[in-house]
């Protein structure tokens, strides 16, 4: 199971964790809402920030100083919670707990819940806008945040996918569709940042995708055989909420020997992009290190 113990992924917590503080303060009119104490409480939690550590690990296969990258990096995360909160709402998958503490509709309300996952969704973008960096790289930043994350070939998509899919088998090519959406196209986004602060040459830029690609959907599997082996770990009781919600995963499509087949192989396929990168791309490997624990 991934814990935020791993030393990648405490490499960049402190910075990610202070520069998130800063860009969430507690000033202005709404400031003594619940809506952003709520939001507080979600983006500044004990979550591994894994999203915003793959950004900056691979803007720093490029450049020694990750400060120009460190915003793009934040609104991710900021994204990534606002999926959260939303995803365990009772109209969804109905979770009380997350991260071993009481999900945001719980700790406060389901409306506040709402706004809160509104208020990091459109300061995502608003973050992405305000970036120290040429214009030209932040729009693109900001247009493929709304693709990867989107409705019609991002993040919503995958999850509208995933709704409909309560009590209904899928193929294995469906499901690896709608996980490469719910799950993958934020990983993917993660590492696209770093990229497109970083321009490598074009053929570095392919492979790190490739290795994005195959990260988010082995993240994924991963993540299901763990919803199996430690399900107190991860949420903090004792049945997963796919399981709850009678949804299919790797391990109910494949058997869990046959789910870590699958992560292994995307594992190989995934260092072989970085092997074929060489040099400091190696140092992504720890990534999925985290996977085979
Ligand atoms: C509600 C628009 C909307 C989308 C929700 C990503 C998602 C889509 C829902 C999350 C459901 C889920 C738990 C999927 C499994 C993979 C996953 C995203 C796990 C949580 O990521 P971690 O382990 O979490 O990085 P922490 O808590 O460390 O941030």
């Known amino acids: 199971m991934i814990t935020a113990d791993c030393s990648i992924l405490k490499e960049h917590l402190p910075l990610i964790d202070t520069r ?3 860009l969430l303060p507690v ?6 809402t619940d809506v952003i104490k709520a939001a507080r409480y979600a983006l500044l939690g004990p979550g591994k920030k894994l999203r915003p550590s793959l950004t900056l690990a691979s803007y720093l296969l490029y450049h020694d100083d990750p400060t120009p990258i460190l915003d793009a990096a934040c609104s991710i995360e ?28 719980i700790a406060f309300s389901e409306a506040t819940a709402i706004l809160a996952g509104d208020l990091l969704l459109t300061h995502a973008f608003g973050t992405l806008a305000d970036m120290h960096l040429p214009s030209d790289i932040k729009l693109r ?7 990867f994350t989107g409705g019609f070939n991002g993040m919503i998509a995958g999850q509208a996918m995933d709704l409909q899919s309560e009590g209904k088998a899928l193929t294995e090519s469906a499901l690896e569709q709608l ?36 990260y988010g959907l082995a993240f994924q599997v991963a993540d299901d055989i763990a919803d199996i082996l430690h399900p107190e770990e991860k949420h903090g009781k004792t049945i997963s909420s796919d399981l709850a919600n009678n ?47």
């Open 141 to 147: 930043m900001i247009s493929e945040m709304s693709r």
């Open 247 to 293: 949804k299919m995963t790797y391990v109910s499509l494949l058997g869990l020997d046959g789910a870590s087949k699958k992560a292994h192989m995307l594992i190989s396929e995934a260092e072989e992009c970085l092997r074929q990168l060489g040099g400091s791309a190696l140092r992504l490997g720890a990534f999925l290190e985290l996977l085979k624990s």
């Open 78 to 105: 900021m994204i990534h919670t606002y999926s959260l909160i939303h995803d365990d709402l009772p109209g969804m998958d109905d979770d009380d707990m997350r991260r071993g503490r009481p999900t945001v509709h």
């Open 20 to 22: 998130l503080e800063q």
């Open 179 to 214: 996980h490469s959406l719910k799950t993958g196209a934020l990983i993917e986004l993660s590492v696209l940042f770093g990229v497109l602060g970083a321009r490598p040459p074009e053929n570095e830029k392919a492979l790190l995708m490739k290795f994005a690609k195959l």
């Open 27 to 32: 000033n202005g009119p709404g400031s003594s």
